[in-house]
């Protein structure tokens, strides 16, 4: 019990007291969240890849059995919640939405700054989040999109939009100057430090102030549905991917805890674009941001029990 409470002391109540702030700025000065959005996704993000990567090794063994778990994970989701969605006769806007909800996850503006907290001693933990979240954008922009809209007429943009996210470019450009052992100047290098170290507090505040304009309007069986598959049935899915590839220690870790996160702003996002029910979809990545607070606490505490390392 005692870890537990170090826990939501130490790693859930800084995450939410910065959510929270974010929310009261939002209500009280309106924020420009394009603004926002542009700031996180094309500076502090890219910054705290590039960071990490560089600083970081992560060796091709642990890398074959990271993406070996994010593709059986994200494909027994997918199938998980198609049948869930079949069984409750959704009709066809409400099953993609449904579907985006359980396998679309918030890796950035939350579950980086829950990574950096958790294994903020332990380097390759963050390392792996961020490999996390390349895959979940590849994910969003293909699967997550397909669910959305014909993928005959845009499935050639979904390409290019995860063409254009820069996070893939400062992962790449990380690894590359990691390999090839280069020296990076000073004069460049704090700048960079600097905005990487920015990315959890800003990240935070952007993720209050989003979900400061959220309503929750009643528990449907899809919202409920939403946040059983999201912050329940994908943890339980990831516990079963990791003992089958006997995957162990900090690894095992990582990828236990980036299960649990809620979910994707993305999907909410879709839904409002091509009017899938986005009232439904928005109220998903509400609830499941609050019922985060509980759950990830319990999964980051199981995690730290079931994999020590």
């Not at 899915?237 to 996160?261: D, K, N, P, W, Y």
Request: proline fraction near 4%; include cysteine; glycine fraction near 4%.
């Amino acid at each position: 019990m005692e870890v537990l409470l170090l826990i939501i002391v130490n790693v859930i109540l800084p995450v939410f007291l910065l959510i929270g702030a974010g929310a009261v700025l939002h209500i009280r000065y309106s924020l420009d969240m394009n603004t926002l959005a542009k700031l996180n996704t094309y500076l502090l993000m890219p910054a705290l890849s590039f960071v990490n990567i560089y600083q970081n090794e992560i060796d091709a063994h642990t890398l074959f059995h990271v993406l070996s778990f994010l593709i059986l994970q994200s494909l027994c989701l997918m199938a998980l919640s198609a049948g869930i969605a079949k069984a409750a006769k959704f009709d066809n806007s409400l099953s993609a939405t449904f579907k985006n909800s359980v396998v679309l996850v918030n890796s950035g503006n939350f579950g980086l700054p829950i990574s950096q907290l958790v294994f903020h001693q332990n380097p390759l933990g963050l390392s792996i989040q961020i490999i996390v979240l390349i895959f979940q954008n590849l994910l969003t922009y293909t699967y997550g999109l397909y669910n959305s809209v014909s993928v005959n007429t845009k499935g050639l943009q979904a390409m290019k939009v995860f063409l254009k996210n820069p996070v893939i470019y400062a992962f790449l450009a990380g690894l590359l100057c990691h390999s090839l052992s280069i020296q990076i100047p000073g004069f460049i290098w704090t700048p960079i430090e600097n905005l990487a170290a920015a990315f959890l507090a800003i990240a935070l505040v952007t993720l209050g102030a989003q979900s400061a304009s959220l309503k929750l309007i009643r528990f449907s069986l899809p919202l409920i549905l939403s946040i059983v598959g999201r912050l329940i049935l994908s943890p339980v899915i990831a516990i079963m991917v990791i003992l089958t590839l006997g995957l162990e220690g900090t690894t095992a870790q990582a990828l236990f805890i980036a299960s649990s996160f809620p979910t994707s702003r993305n999907s909410s996002l879709f839904a409002l674009e091509y009017e899938n029910h986005p009232e439904y979809a928005a109220q998903a990545v509400l609830m499941s941001t609050v019922f985060s607070i509980a759950t990830v606490t319990v999964i980051v505490y199981s995690a730290k029990i079931l994999f020590p390392g």
